[in-house]
């Protein structure tokens, strides 16, 4: 069963609007969370992250919000640029492993 | 500047080759890390490991082996290619305190 699901596989968004990704976890004892953007025949590149003791993190255009009594995390792109379209992947770090565990990927469009 | 790397990055072979595929980092990391993704699909683990002699397999089941000798080298090695081998291959490093880092990946092709 999987412990960190994105349920949309694409979003397409407009150049200028918001672009919001949508990450759920099953594990409360998860206490990292990261967001990597990958382009194709690339490897994953680190974007953002947040600890379970923060609720958000902001970087530039990029912002992470933690909702741990919904176990839910989201990444704000604001405002969207082409360059943003890829695959973005949630992954969250479990303690008991000292791995990371990802989900299946979003991929995010960006139209000019 | 890279601080994980990965060689080839596009290799394209015959049915029944055996090949390596190699993973370096400098950052000295304990924990290493295979990925297999095929295009639009998710990351699946394959092999990992926690430091030098230390091998284990991932989430999917995969006929690769790996080894570790030295903390900094990671290799890959298929013994006997086939198509359904052909996937982009993700290496990736990690200490206690960081999330992952991962190579530019190899696009296999097996033909």
């Known amino acids: 069963d999987q412990q960190v699901k994105q349920n949309s596989p694409s979003l397409s968004v407009q150049e200028g609007r918001i672009s919001i990704l949508n990450c759920d976890y099953t594990?409360?004892?998860?206490?990292?969370f990261l967001w990597y953007k990958k382009y194709p025949a690339e490897g994953p590149t680190f974007l953002i992250s947040?600890?379970?003791?923060?609720d958000k993190n902001e970087d530039g255009r990029f912002t992470v919000f933690l909702n741990k009594s919904a176990k839910h995390l989201s990444l704000h792109i604001v405002p969207s640029q082409p360059g943003d379209s890829a695959v973005y992947f949630c992954?969250?770090?479990?303690?008991?492993?000292?791995?990371?565990?990802f989900g299946k990927g979003t991929k995010l469009s960006v139209k000019p | 500047e890279a601080d994980i790397y990965q060689t080839p990055r596009y290799l394209v072979i015959g049915t029944g080759k055996k090949i390596t595929l190699e993973c370096s980092q400098t950052?000295?990391?304990?924990?290493m890390y295979w990925y297999q993704q095929d295009p639009g699909m998710e990351l699946h683990l394959i092999h990992y490991?926690?430091?030098?002699?230390?091998?284990e397999k991932g989430d999917l089941s995969s006929e690769s082996t790996v080894s570790r000798i030295r903390t900094e080298h990671f290799p890959l090695t298929l013994e006997s290619a086939r198509p359904s081998h052909t996937s982009q291959y993700l290496c990736?490093?990690?200490?206690?305190?960081?999330?992952?880092?991962f190579g530019s990946g190899t696009r296999l092709t097996v033909v």
């Open positions: 990736a490093s990690s200490d206690r305190h960081s999330g992952y880092t």
């Open positions: 594990n409360s004892m998860f206490d990292y």
């Open positions: 947040i600890s379970s003791i923060k």
């Open positions: 992954a969250a770090s479990d303690p008991s492993q000292g791995n990371l565990i």
């Open positions: 950052m000295g990391h304990d924990k």
């Open positions: 490991s926690y430091g030098v002699n230390s091998t």
